[in-house]
């Protein structure tokens, strides 16, 4: 086989041209195919950037939810051990506003 890109020669099994590092072999993410071209999957028609998209966008949502309980857990952890200094109010607002978004929701 040919490199589709410099037109030099590559073993039928090579998974990048060694002149110019073309990828030569595609995997689709979804079904794992393997196929000679990008862009569709040959075998189940997904796109492979809106796929990968997606999935970076779901574990971002993902980790984005992760970082907000551990940022509520700290304030909570802080406002605790301010109470000699605070009198509680902060510990008491954020336990108030808590308790109105889960009812909210």
Excluded at 90 to 96: C, G, H, K, S, V
Aim: charged share 30%.
């Amino acid at each position: 086989m040919n490199c589709p890109k410099c037109g030099s020669e590559a073993g039928d099994t090579a998974r990048f041209c060694r002149r110019c590092h073309a990828t030569l072999r595609f995997e689709c993410p979804s079904c794992k195919h393997e196929q000679r071209q990008g862009g569709k999957c040959e075998k189940c028609g997904v796109d492979f950037l809106k796929y990968i998209g997606a999935v970076v966008a779901a574990k971002k949502a993902e980790a984005d939810l992760v970082h907000e309980r551990i940022e509520q857990r700290s304030s909570m952890l802080k406002n605790l051990l301010m109470i000699p200094l605070t009198m509680g109010i902060p510990l008491i607002r954020d336990l108030f506003v808590n308790s109105r978004k889960g009812r909210s929701s």
